[in-house]
């Protein structure tokens, strides 16, 4: 059975102001949508986007053969090779759609598409750092109640949340969706599809302060979830946020305040080191297996959003207890050695807070820090690095060692004060080192930027027994 139209051809024409060059398509609308040519389906949307070093409009072609059923040109393609377009889609029996712009088309379609479920509570999820964690606590608790959908993994962006918005089905309740930035006037872009009655900012940290300059104008993108408010809508931020105040001042909506003192109904936590943290809230205890004050503080928020939207201290207590460590994101692996993976991403303020927890956890055995690069920092990124090298050079640590060029630079200038401090830009060497380095009972703590790919140091830890079991 052919999967069911998310939209037919007139629709999305007029969703996003478009043109029909031609119409052959023998199911007139779309059943799925692309960026990428090769993961096109029968039935799909098409899109071909404008990349740096790329045109997605030269992969057409093979999307048409592998069963799109409509495309988007835009308008310089669409006027300069109207015939050929026109001879494809007859071709392939498609339909071609010109747009002035096939990025903006994508998110004013998934706009549209998503006004066709105006009972959906749309919560939307943002910050420096945390906000994946977030958005999956959130969703575990919303879903003991209501049928959920949320993007999956990271699909947060100018792209990723417009493609995430059309798995939005007549079944579901509440959508949860993550939004992240590479550039300035993201969010709001994207919180333009989504137009959220509910949002959380985890933090304003420094995360790409290389792209945006300034913590400042970190603090306005973020607080741009908040920009398509109606009255009735609500924010939340977090109360020792040096920002609250500014992300609080909003022209539509009210905004609440979570943490330790103003997430209404929670008595106090128990640090339990690796194992998590005991919540105590509305007279439950709550077990939450993701370790650190950093997660207990984005577990605070989705409290507070949940209380909130009447979900109840039962409801709240079974959702945090069912989540689950992501990968790179605080994963404990435990073995003939314990290894913390923190590798999915790193900025300045997530290193410190993970530094600090894994410095106040009590360990027999030795403690070996493996530090990644924090990319993405621009004019800020040699005082960072500086700065994570010298609290690392203070810690409990027995071993550090250092990957990557701004990592390993800033540690040549960091007095270690006779700390056993490595320096490495090879992986596989950095691999041999780590396993020569550790024993059995030891406590591995890993982590840098995703583009460091530090996973692949794991591995060698223990070939013989391998990672070990998950443990969040």
């Known amino acids: 059975m052919a999967d069911a139209l998310l939209m037919t051809v007139d629709q999305l024409v007029g969703a996003v102001n478009g043109t029909c060059l031609c119409n ?7 059943s799925s949508v692309a960026t990428d040519s090769r993961k096109v389906l029968p039935g799909s949307l098409f899109v071909p986007l404008m990349g740096e070093f790329q045109d997605g409009h030269t992969y057409i072609p093979k999307a048409l053969e592998l069963g799109a059923s409509v495309v988007f040109v835009d308008t310089a393609h669409g006027e300069g090779s109207a015939s050929l377009l026109y001879s494809l889609g007859k071709q392939y029996s498609a339909s071609v759609i010109m747009v002035p712009n096939t990025l903006l088309a994508l998110q004013d379609a998934a706009r549209a598409y998503l006004a066709g479920f105006p009972n959906l509570k749309k919560i939307g999820i943002t910050g420096s750092s945390g906000k994946t964690t977030t958005k999956e606590i959130v969703g575990s608790i919303f879903a003991q109640r209501y049928r959920v959908v949320m993007n999956e993994g990271n699909l947060n962006s100018e792209t990723g949340l417009p493609l995430s918005v059309f798995r939005v089905r007549g079944e579901h309740e509440v959508g949860i969706f993550e939004l992240g930035m590479n ?23 420094t995360a790409h302060i290389g792209i945006l300059g300034s913590q400042a104008a970190i603090a306005e993108e973020k607080k741009s979830v908040f920009a398509f408010f109606s009255g009735d809508c609500a924010g939340f931020v977090p109360e020792d946020d040096a920002w609250r105040e500014f992300l609080s001042d909003v022209a539509r909506g ?19 080191g690796i194992d998590g943290t005991m919540i105590r809230y509305e007279g439950e205890e709550i077990q939450f297996r993701l370790p650190g004050k950093y997660n207990l503080k984005n577990a605070l928020g989705a409290i507070a959003l949940a209380r909130h939207s009447g979900l109840t201290p039962k409801e709240i207590k079974a959702g945090i207890e069912s989540v689950k460590p992501l990968f790179g994101r605080a994963e404990v692996f435990r073995g003939r050695m314990t290894v913390m993976l923190d590798c999915y991403n790193a900025n300045p303020d997530s290193m410190e807070n993970a530094l600090d927890f894994c410095d106040g956890l009590e360990w027999k055995g030795k403690k070996i820090y493996v530090l990644g690069s924090m990319l993405e920092l621009g004019a800020e990124s040699r005082a960072a690095h500086r700065a ?19 990592m390993t630079q800033a540690g040549i200038a960091v007095d270690w004060d006779g700390t056993d401090v490595r320096y490495f830009s090879n992986i596989e ?30 591995p060698a830890l223990d070939p013989k027994e391998g990672p070990g079991d998950i443990h969040g």
């Open 254 to 272: 009210t905004v609440h305040t979570f943490g330790p003192r103003t997430t209404a109904g929670f008595s106090g936590a128990e640090d339990l």
């Open 24 to 30: 052959y398509s023998g199911i007139n609308g779309f």
């Open 183 to 205: 550039r300035k006037g993201e969010i709001a872009e994207i919180a333009r599809v989504l137009s959220p009655s509910l949002a959380l900012i985890t933090n304003v940290g």
């Open 388 to 406: 994570v090298c010298a609290q690392a050079a203070r810690s409990g640590a027995d071993c550090v060692f250092l990957y990557g060029d701004e």
């Open 429 to 458: 060497e950095l691999s041999r080192a780590i396993n020569e380095r550790v024993g059995p009972g030891d406590f591995v703590f890993i982590k840098g930027s995703r583009g460091m790919a530090l996973e692949r140091a794991c």
